[in-house]
Every structure is written in structure tokens, then in C-alpha cells.
């Protein structure tokens, strides 16, 4: 993180691959929620106005159940409010998956993520919760269609003003 940080991404943690790779959201989870925000592979991860900080740095292991554990609550504890401290000029925090906003929101979380992203409009223009953009989810984008035609072109339009030359 850098004191130019405006743009914050907060997600749950690094799957294996990324754990491995050592550069965030280098998946295809990367790949859809750079599409998403309308940005470039380079832009992405070479304009220091944007951050990226999970709610774990570590990959939490695989679920014999399926997916990934979620992330030890006490890693955000212990870093996070620090490392908010040192980003004074934040104007968006993206809250991606449920995970990130049970965390940021705490009792402002709605019933379900999909509730929470469906009340997006309810936590701007500082906070803006997403679906985790996960091939798991491609269900979830399809039986909301709601959320490609009104919360991508505003993330679109937030992103290109926070990073507007």
C-alpha cells in the first residue's frame, strides 16, 4: 500500500494460485473483476492509486467440503486497522465477497451478500460491496442480472474518476 492509495480492494484471501503466484487476484476471479472495473492487466497493478489488501495474506487452505477455508478472522484484527491508518486519501473501498463485508460493515451487513450487494447504493460513495467474482459465482451473475446493468457501469464510472490523470 501506498499514501496514494484511493482505490481499495478488499477480498477474503489468496487461493493457491495466488498464494503461489505472490501477486493478488492473478486467477480468473483477477481476470473478471478487472473486467468489472474497466482496467487493464498493467493498470491494475502498476498505478499505485490502487490497493489491494484481503482479509488474510495467507492462502487458509483447501475445504475437504470444497472451496477454500475462509479466512482467520484474527489476521484482519491483528493488520487491518493498522494498515487503514496509513491510507489517508481512500474515496473507495471495494468489498469483495462476504467475507470482507461481514468484516468492514459488521452490523450494516445485510441478511445475505446478495442482499448487501442488491443495497450497494446504501453503503456509497465511500464502500461499494461486490459478489467475489469467482467462476463459483457465474450462477449467482446470472440470477442477477440487476447487478452487470446498475453496480458494473457505476463501478466503471467511480473507477475512471478516482484514477482520471
Known amino acids: ?8 480492494i478488499c477480498g477474503q484471501a489468496p487461493g493457491r494460485r495466488v498464494h503461489e503466484s505472490g501477486l493478488p487476484f492473478t486467477d480468473p476471479s483477477g481476470d473478471r473483476l478487472r473486467q468489472w472495473m474497466g482496467l487493464d492487466y498493467e493498470t491494475f497493478y502498476a498505478d499505485r492509486r490502487i490497493g489491494v489488501a484481503a482479509q488474510a495474506f495467507c492462502f487458509p487452505g483447501t475445504n475437504p467440503k470444497g ?23 481512500m474515496d473507495l473501498t471495494l468489498l469483495v465477497g462476504g467475507y470482507a463485508q461481514a468484516w468492514a460493515l459488521g452490523q450494516r451487513v445485510k441478511g445475505n451478500m446478495t442482499e448487501t450487494v442488491a443495497a450497494w447504493r446504501d453503503y456509497g460513495p465511500e464502500i461499494l460491496p461486490l459478489p467475489h467474482p469467482s467462476w463459483r459465482n457465474t450462477a449467482w451473475l446470472k440470477r442477477n442480472p440487476w447487478f452487470e446493468d446498475e453496480v458494473l457501469p457505476y463501478l466503471r464510472a467511480r473507477v475512471r474518476a478516482i484514477l482520471k490523470p
Open 67 to 89: 472451496g477454500d477455508f475462509p479466512p482467520p478472522a484474527r489476521c484482519a484484527e491483528l493488520w487491518r486497522p493498522r494498515l487503514l491508518a496509513t491510507l489517508p486519501r
Open 1 to 8: 500500500m501506498f499514501p496514494e492509495t484511493r482505490l481499495l
